[in-house]
């Protein structure tokens, strides 16, 4: 079984939050909610608070097959200033393993300097990334080698869907994505 870490800080996106990690748990997906420290209660930007499953103090890219951020910006800029998250990402990305992001959090790649040309995000927070090919509004989910990245809360669940297809099949995906009416998801 697949196992991913969501690492959540406070100001996080409850609604990308929630949605990935309740995609990937209908796909038989492992994940580990993940704190930067060692108190589990985490609140999101909108004051929903969630109880994370352990630190991610311990975790090693080899434990994992990918790691996804949610966006908010209070959890961008925290998950783009901890040295652990970004040193996993450095590790995931050296051992060629999935990293994925959503609406701000494209920013806490590129200060690992893991984010490749050819990504997506929130916008406007293209123009705090220094990295190019910027895709817009041109797909709901990008992937670009082992990144993939995704515009906001609004695309949360097709986002969620396209690491179902990447980490367990076709199948599955197209299976899960009937039983959640989610016809419009498409990756580019």
């Known amino acids: 079984m697949p196992r991913v870490l969501v690492p959540l800080a406070n100001g996080f996106e409850e609604i990308e939050a929630v949605a990935i990690i309740d995609v990937l ?12 420290n060692e108190s589990l209660m985490i609140e999101g930007a909108h004051g929903i608070t969630i109880h994370a499953d352990r630190p991610i103090a ?9 790691i996804v951020l ?17 040193s996993l990402l450095k590790t995931m990305d050296k051992k060629g393993k999935g990293i994925g992001a959503i ?28 990295v190019g ?28 869907l396209a690491i179902v297809k990447k980490l367990v099949g076709n199948d599955v995906y197209e299976k899960l994505r009937s039983e959640l009416l989610a016809d419009s998801c498409e990756t580019r």
């Open 58 to 66: 311990g975790l090693s890219a080899d434990e994992l097959d990918m």
């Open 70 to 86: 949610p966006g908010g910006w209070g959890n961008t800029k925290t998950l783009a200033s901890d040295s652990g998250v970004q």
């Open 133 to 160: 090919g910027f895709r817009g509004d041109e797909a709901s989910v990008v992937e670009t080698d082992n990144i993939m990245t995704s515009r906001g809360p609004g695309t949360a669940v097709c986002f969620g």
């Open 25 to 36: 748990r209908r796909a038989d997906i492992e994940v580990i909610i993940g704190s930067l």
């Open 103 to 130: 609406c701000a959090a494209p920013y806490a790649l590129a200060a690992a300097g893991v984010l490749k040309e050819g990504y997506t995000c929130y916008p406007s927070i293209e123009n705090k990334i220094d």
